[in-house]
């Protein structure tokens, strides 16, 4: 059974860092490319960053370019996201999931929650 | 940005009823068109792809059509379970993905 488990999130004060966990199980995760999708409280859902099965290359949504990193261990199966220069409108449900080139997310965690607020 | 608008934003179904849900694109987007369903609490649960493919293990009392910029969800029969927020998105501006802000359907 594919499963999807993020961690990591918590309350932090504007200007400041986080760094996101998702731990993959249930299939073969270097075979697969990754995605991090965010929810603000009471909105849609935002694309926000994509990596390869390799690593290599990565997307941004312009939002966060500049200011989060996505990354992956395929030792570990574990996929990351970091935050920096957090912002007030940064807060939201994180979660991860699998997405192919050119094709939807077939699988996702159950999100965690950030909240930047002083 | 391909802008994806979904109506209404919230349906009240009886069980047993049908249930229609709409999508637009602003652009088109061929039948690269998925929808999600989001229940309280849960991440998003994949529903249907390719416009009209049924996911693994979704019943087929859900059903998508569309291709183009115009696409529906219909759910035949509505069971008490469906109750949630369903999303369609937009895959062919890969990987720029957009979603719609999603349709609550109310039992």
């Known amino acids: 059974e594919v499963q999807l488990v993020e961690s990591g999130g918590a309350v932090v004060q504007p200007g400041g860092s986080l760094r996101l966990s998702c731990a993959a199980s249930g299939f073969t995760f270097s075979r697969y490319e990754m995605n991090w999708v965010r929810q603000a409280p009471g909105k849609g859902l935002e694309w926000i960053s994509y990596?390869?099965?390799?690593?290599?290359?990565?997307f941004y949504a312009d939002s966060v370019k500049g200011r989060f990193i996505i990354s992956r261990d395929n030792a570990k199966n574990s996929l990351f996201l970091q935050m920096n220069s957090l912002r007030v409108e940064d807060t939201a449900v994180y979660y991860c999931a699998r997405g192919e080139v050119m094709d939807p997310y077939d699988y996702w965690g159950q999100g965690t929650l950030v909240t930047v607020s002083s | 940005e391909i802008v994806m608008t979904q109506s209404p934003a919230t349906l009240s179904v009886s069980p047993g009823e049908r249930a229609t849900l709409s999508c637009r694109a602003s652009q088109n987007v061929n039948s690269n068109l998925a929808w999600y369903q989001q229940k309280l609490g849960q991440g998003p649960r994949l529903l249907i792809f390719?416009?009209?493919t049924r996911a693994t293990g979704i019943p087929a009392r859900f059903s998508g059509s569309g291709s183009g910029t115009d696409f529906t969800l219909t759910i035949s029969s509505l069971q008490p379970e469906d109750l949630a927020v369903y999303y369609c998105q937009q895959y062919n501006n890969w990987p720029r993905l957009t979603f719609g802000q999603g349709t609550k359907v109310e039992i």
């Open positions: 990596i390869s099965g390799s690593g290599s290359p990565t």
């Open positions: 390719y416009a009209s």
